[in-house]
């Protein structure tokens, strides 16, 4: 389990993600209780976020994590390559 904060101690992109993994998010008003953050230190993790700014809504701070799990999985079982609807990529230049 990773516990996703702006309090916590390091940034989400320094954990090496497992092959089962849970993310962790609190309510945008509170966040994750301090006691909960307090007892899993190591499993703490933030988005790098500039000073005094407001912090990112929960979705787009769940896809930023989602997709950094995915990246370091190589993106498995995702589509890698997008196709175009009216023309293939070997066609001549337009």
Known sequence: MYYFSTKAPRAYTEVTYGDEVFLVFGKESKGLPEELLKANKESCVRIPMRENLRSLNLSNAAAIAVYEVLRQH???NLVEEGQLTRFS????QI
Do not use: S, V
């Open 74 to 76: 190589n993106f498995e």
């Open 89 to 92: 990529w070997e066609d001549e």
